[in-house]
């Protein structure tokens, strides 16, 4: 699927590879991002799964320069021809907000609680759009009726607690599209949301005709929402693929450990779930071998000693693991 | 089986700041009219979206909350009419697991003193020997290495401090444990193994759970009837299996519809919508039923006449169209 496509498509809008992120600490240097490389295509829809600490949000903030200030992030990150990583703050700050858009996992605290609405969506249209306050206005409106918020106008005067979870979460999504950004990453957008309102901020995403990243925990939402998945374990991709592919014959311990663990609506209820024993790794543990090795049930002597290589199987699912059937 | 807790019409209204010096003191109807059994050794399941009143049920069941209207019955005697050494007596029976493992455990005190406090509490009579005893034992069952008695809190991860506040919670060999969210905090691998413990305690010490999450699938898992609260109402109570196979309320259809199921034959696929709209607010609840607002089949029976609980065998629900819609 993936070659016959790399052929019929030009490029990928977003190639990383080699990826790192450290955080500077008192003890030295931690590791939260190791070798991260993939692809996302024109159009994709993309899942990055993994678990808290699995580093998969600080992936992301990375690429658009948003790390805290002891991060620092080294590799190549080519979006649409310019390497994100080498790009002047300045030039990055731009093209992210036009060309790339982020929202946020908590609507609440990613919108400015002292400033109306109007005000928070207009400055994205004057900032990078050079639009005056009047035309601003209007366009921040008719954005706010096209991602489903009725009396649009009248919103626009609210404040962010004046609105209700799913209707902030709408405004920050109105908001990343504002300036009609090529790419939409949305770390958990539907995590601190009710299950009925999810069902309605994924199906407003899902209608939007623009290439997403959706950095989820929930393989409910990878399987309704991604085309493709990218599996994330202590700071290291350990399965990449198409998302059918994936959740019908996981390749890599790990991700075939997450589907047994979730109670599933086809399965006799009370029995006891299939566990992952253990926890994830702190990220400053990380050793010679494999990080999932002392969780793994199948891990043999040398998953301690020697850490496994992405490999693609199958020609379509990349896995990091060395006793992953191909 | 004899009922253990009895709830019947419960009402609980909280009080809130006015708008204004002249205005009316607001009153915020949490949960209106709600009644149920949980018989020893059964797992009740209580799901609803944020607001719904779920977490206010477990606060009334505990005291926490005075209720309104309505009676809550523990083995036949009405909680209201215990003086208050009986009603402290009552916590050797009643325990509770919260949603953040880590606030519900006072950081300055080491696992063992947390998980001997009921003890000291309840059976001051104990000497030391016993309670070390008890709580070692208790250490074992949650799966706890007895080494970790002296350690605190933020030394341990989140799993490990919901089995500390699970080993807190059985450690008197309680009738009932109510469960509010006691995994929503946790990582996938880890949500799977605190279930498993709860399960495996519920079979071995014959507890009742009522066990309060918004996650269908995992209530599903765990429960043997399920009661879905919308708006601080009882919409329907059933047994988990029927109330899954064949829901009867809109809203339960709804609920069941929305949820994200990791299915390889669904990925990328359209999700179900769900529902239109959020939750109305409590303090301003819908006239009749109070989920007409957001219902694809209300009438106007519905806006003018509140539907009460229907029983039929041991499945009830509060909807006057339920028999009509497909």
């Not at chain 2, 996938?188 to 413990?197: D, G």
């Not at chain 2, 609980?309 to 041991?314: C, Q, S, V, Y």
């Amino acid at each position: 699927m993936r070659s016959t496509r790399a052929t019929a498509e030009p490029a990928p809008l977003l190639e990383v590879a080699d990826l790192r992120v450290d955080f500077a600490t008192p003890d030295g240097p931690v590791a939260a991002v190791r070798d991260v490389a993939f692809q996302v295509m024109p159009g994709d829809r993309l899942g990055v799964l993994g678990e808290s600490g699995s580093g998969k949000s600080q992936l992301f903030l990375a690429l658009l320069g948003l790390l805290a200030p002891n991060g620092r992030a080294i590799g190549r990150a080519r979006f649409a021809g310019q390497d994100l990583l080498a790009l002047p703050a300045a030039a990055l700050r731009r093209l992210c907000g036009d060309r790339i858009a982020m929202v946020f996992q908590d609507p609440m605290t990613a919108l400015n609680p002292y400033l109306r609405i109007a005000t928070q969506l207009t400055e994205v249209l004057t900032l990078h759009r050079g639009l005056d306050g009047v035309s601003a206005r209007r366009a921040a409106a008719a954005m706010l009726a096209r991602v489903g918020i009725a009396e649009p106008e009248r919103r626009l005067a609210l404040y962010p607690h004046e609105l209700s979870g799913g209707m902030r979460q709408r405004v920050l999504i109105a908001m990343a599209l504002l300036c009609e950004p090529e790419l939409l990453i949305a770390d958990e957008p539907t995590t601190a949301l009710d299950v009925t309102v999810q069902g309605q901020i994924l199906a407003l995403l899902q209608d939007l005709p623009l290439t997403q990243v959706v950095i989820t925990h929930d393989f409910g939402v990878l399987a309704g929402f991604c085309n493709r998945a990218l599996v994330m374990y202590a700071g290291r991709v350990v399965e990449s693929g198409p998302v059918r592919t994936l959740l019908a014959r996981p390749r890599h311990p790990y991700t075939a450990g997450l589907l047994r663990a979730i109670p599933r609506l086809d399965q006799p209820a009370r029995r006891p779930l299939a566990t992952i024993p253990g926890q994830p790794p702190e990220p400053a543990e990380a050793g010679v071998g494999c990080a999932f090795a002392p969780r793994c049930p199948i891990a043999v002597a040398r998953c301690r000693v020697e850490r496994p290589a992405p490999r693609t199987v199958d020609g379509e699912v990349t896995v990091a693991c060395h006793l992953a059937a191909s | 089986m004899s009922a253990l807790l009895e709830v019947s019409d419960l009402a609980v209204a909280y009080a809130l700041p006015t708008d204004g010096v002249w205005r009316a003191p607001r009153r915020l109807q949490a949960l209106d009219g709600v009644s149920f059994a949980l018989a020893s050794g059964e797992t009740l399941g209580v799901v609803g979206e944020s607001g719904c009143g779920k977490s206010t049920l477990a606060r009334a069941i505990l005291g926490l909350v005075p209720p309104a209207r309505g009676r809550i019955s523990w083995l036949g005697r009405d909680l209201a009419t215990l003086g208050s050494p009986e009603r402290r007596a009552l916590g050797r029976d009643l325990q509770i697991v919260f949603q953040d493992p880590l606030a519900s455990l006072d950081p300055r005190m080491t696992a063992g003193q947390i998980i001997a406090e009921p003890l000291v509490t309840h059976a001051p009579a104990l000497g030391r020997a016993a309670i070390a005893e008890r709580v070692a034992h208790a250490m074992a069952r949650v799966g706890l290495d007895a080494r970790q008695l002296n350690r605190y809190p933020h030394e341990f991860s989140g799993g490990q401090c919901q089995r500390i506040a699970i080993a807190r919670a059985t450690v008197l060999e309680p009738k009932l444990v109510v469960c509010d969210e006691p995994v929503s905090a946790l990582d996938v691998s880890i949500q799977a193994q605190i279930v498993n413990l709860l399960v495996d305690m519920q079979d071995a010490l014959g507890l009742a759970l009522l066990f309060i999450s918004h996650n269908l699938a995992i209530v599903r898992h765990v429960s043997h009837r399920i009661a879905v609260l919308y708006l601080g109402r009882l919409v329907e109570i059933g047994p988990a299996a029927a109330l899954f196979e064949a829901p009867r309320h809109p809203y339960t259809r709804a609920l069941i519809a929305a949820l994200p199921v990791a299915d390889p034959e669904r990925a990328g696929r359209a999700m179900g919508r769900g529902l239109d709209g959020e939750p109305p607010s409590p303090l301003a609840p819908p006239s009749g039923c109070a989920f007409r607002s957001r219902c694809a089949q209300a009438v106007a029976r519905c806006v003018s006449e509140r539907p009460t609980l229907e029983p039929d065998g041991a499945h009830a629900v509060a909807c006057h169209r339920w028999r009509e819609i497909p």
